[in-house]
């Protein structure tokens, strides 16, 4: 706790330090809220990303396209997988949304499952934390990642417009094509978008391995076995767009297949390799009614339905599991008019979820889930504070397939109460201090219910993708965290940043804890329930240079740290280590260049059964060019380099650090053209 504290005075004297020196700032608005405010005022810290930052950042996966934003890693699980982590918290405690509607995949049921957005697409992706996050659900303690796209136009364009763009990295020779387009005449406007990738083996610097935790004989050298794969995404949109709002749907269709690297079990033969075939099609309905009377600004409706599928398979073509999940999300938000000084939100989330696992690895029962949520939000100023009031309550059930085991498998039914309360102090024109209070309620997923129960010791049914055997605990209670968040902003015409301090205390914390047992040489991990407490720090500072050698400089200066403990002392396990980067920015008309280090400490604190993970310093840099041969027509070439020294980097994060280590050295080059 100390540390904690000193790290942030350290922070907080940075800012003041460098609060004289000169910056363009460009304010970053929050559309994830429906009061659409800017960036930094919010209570507590949302990160923003889009133009210029998204297209230099964008990756496969939505995970490591925010991996270097403080508070924020990604669970890799190969080149393929890279599920979001915020303040040490995924899976059900991280909502992935696509406009404001769940991403309707598995990832939330296994670590080896991808999440269903294309960050290539996205126009913006908006991460938040605290009272927020109640519009989206209760349970998403950790926060929500809302990927935005313009796959349903909200707005007429004023010209048919387009981009095209082609990527290659040197890393597993992936290749990846992009093609945007929008347009529209009348009243009736379209958009239309595409992405396809593909990628072999991944390199790396040694081996892929890890020697000091494992026995085994056979390692792959110089690259990770059995992590090529291939993915595509077609999305088409058509909307009616009046003065006072729209009326839209889109057609989304996903397909993609990776592979999962090898165990240490595995002796060297590549035919026990397992790809997961994925495919998801997606409709969206959605609209908008603004000004509507006195009392009603804006009503906003949204309707999703989601066909998921995913086949693991092996490489000699067998079907070990097929995963599906056809999903109903039904939304409804009301923003009153201002009433007695308060602005606010009302609204209604209905969700239906049926869900099967069926094959040879069938460890959890079919199972239809249901959710509905009535929420508020609510604003209030006076004076220099702006005070936020948020609750919500959800009624969850999961009603499982019990025909095999009646005295095992039976409904479950969770009813969860959410509250926020903040508050956001301008102190000067600069300054602003955020206080947030809240208290969240998240019910049992079914993996963690039911994964295995149904089967007696010895007869256990591996996972053969993530090298485990999960066993769930139909005794589980619903998780209650207690959240305070205190943070401090600096926006100025001179600097731009800010620090914030975070605590969660659990009750009934569900972790999957490595038993130390094995079944068959394949380890066997428990859902369980403990208290808990998570503890930490997150700071950026965006510092301009001013004008040197021919163009504008500036540094960015960012860092993190999250510390969690069991209530008996014990470390939870696969949280992120301290980190600290900064990164120097270079502009001069058309040219762009940029070089950073990231900083991540040793992980000497992995948890039960887990092995710790050396620190590391990953060298980033790049460059781009801008184009224009008119104001409509122009290209930007670029070039992007990570981890230029080749550092071997063991992810503490994720289940698979002692088997598939970080990407080496990268060096991605492209060329996007717009129209």
Not at 234 to 252: E, H, M, P
Request: glycine fraction near 10%; aromatic fraction near 8%.
């Amino acid at each position: 706790m100390k540390r904690h504290f000193a790290w942030l005075a350290s922070c907080i004297a940075g800012l003041t330090g460098f609060s004289k020196a000169h910056a363009d700032h460009i304010d970053s608005v929050i559309v994830t809220v429906p009061f659409s405010k800017p960036q930094d005022q919010s209570a507590v810290p949302v990160t923003v990303v889009g133009g210029d930052e998204l297209q230099q950042r964008a990756a496969g996966t939505i995970g490591a396209t925010l991996d270097s934003s403080p508070g924020l890693t990604s669970a890799s699980f190969g080149p393929g997988v890279g599920q979001p982590v915020i303040r040490g918290q995924n899976g059900p405690r991280v909502q992935t949304l696509i406009n404001g509607t769940a991403s309707a995949d598995a990832s939330g049921v296994s670590a080896d499952h991808a999440v269903t957005v294309e960050p290539m697409l996205a126009e913006s992706i908006e991460v938040l934390r605290g009272p927020g996050t109640l519009l989206y659900g209760g349970g998403a303690i950790g926060g929500i990642v809302n990927v935005i796209d313009n796959r349903i136009p909200q707005k007429m364009p004023e010209r048919t417009q387009g981009a095209v763009e082609f990527r290659h990295d040197s890393v597993d020779d992936a290749n990846t094509s992009v093609v945007k387009l929008d347009g529209g005449s009348g009243q009736l406007a379209f958009h239309i978008d595409g992405v396809y990738r593909e990628w072999n083996n991944i390199d790396i610097p040694g081996l892929a391995f890890n020697r000091d935790a494992m026995s085994t004989q056979f390692s792959s050298d110089k690259y990770i076995a059995n992590t090529d794969g291939r993915n595509h995404t077609v999305t088409g949109g058509l909307s009616w767009i009046a003065d006072d709002g729209y009326l839209g749907f889109s057609v989304s269709d996903m397909k993609n297949n990776y592979g999962i690297p090898l165990d240490a079990d595995a002796a060297g033969d590549s035919a026990n390799g397992v790809h997961i075939d994925m495919k998801q099609k997606r409709y969206d309905v959605a609209g908008e009614k603004r000004d509507i009377n006195d009392a009603i600004d804006v009503l906003r409706w949204h309707l999703t339905y989601s066909d998921y599928q995913h086949q693991e398979i092996g490489n000699t073509g067998d079907i070990g599991t097929t995963f599906t999940n056809k999903t109903w999300e039904n939304r409804l938000e009301l923003q009153h008019a201002p009433l007695g000084g308060w602005n606010g939100v009302i609204g209604l989330q209905l969700k239906r979820s049926d869900f099967a696992a069926i094959g040879e690895e069938s460890f959890i029962p079919e199972s239809i889930g249901k959710s509905g949520g009535l929420f508020v939000l609510e604003n209030y100023q006076i004076d220099a504070i702006t005070y936020q009031l948020g609750a919500r309550y959800d009624r969850d059930s999961i009603d499982p397939d019990n025909s095999a085991a009646l005295d095992v498998l039976s409904n479950k039914t969770f009813n969860n109460i959410a509250g926020s309360a903040s508050a956001l102090w301008a102190i000067d024109a600069n300054w602003n201090l955020g206080l947030a209070l809240s208290r969240s309620q998240r019910a049992p997923t079914v993996e963690e219910l039911f994964s295995n129960v149904t089967n007696a010791p010895g007869d256990l049914i591996a996972h053969d993708a993530t090298h485990a055997i999960e066993v769930g605990n139909t005794n589980l209670k619903q998780e209650t965290s207690r959240n305070i968040d205190l943070t401090l902003h600096y926006k100025g015409d001179n600097a731009h940043g800010y620090v914030t301090y975070f605590h969660n205390n659990f009750h009934n914390f569900i972790a999957l804890i490595d038993s130390g047992l094995e079944q068959a040489g394949t380890p066997i991990m428990n859902y369980q329930q403990r208290d808990a407490r998570f503890d930490g720090v997150e700071a950026e500072l965006n510092l301009p240079l001013g004008e040197n050698i021919g163009g504008k400089w500036s540094v960015d200066l960012y860092g993190d740290r999250t510390r969690g403990e069991f209530s008996n002392g014990d470390n939870v396990p696969r949280l992120p280590p301290l980190r600290v980067g900064t990164r120097v920015n270079f502009d001069r008309g058309p040219l762009s260049a940029y070089a950073g280090v990231l900083h991540a400490a040793a992980q000497n604190h992995p948890g039960d059964f887990e092995t710790d993970t050396d620190g590391y310093n990953r060298v980033d840099a790049g460059i781009s060019y801008q184009f224009k041969s008119s104001d409509t027509l122009g290209a930007l070439v670029f070039v992007r380099a990570t981890n230029l020294t080749n550092q071997t980097i063991r992810n503490s994060v994720s289940l698979l650090k002692d088997v598939a280590p970080e990407p080496g050295r990268s060096i991605e080059t492209g060329v996007r053209f717009t129209f």
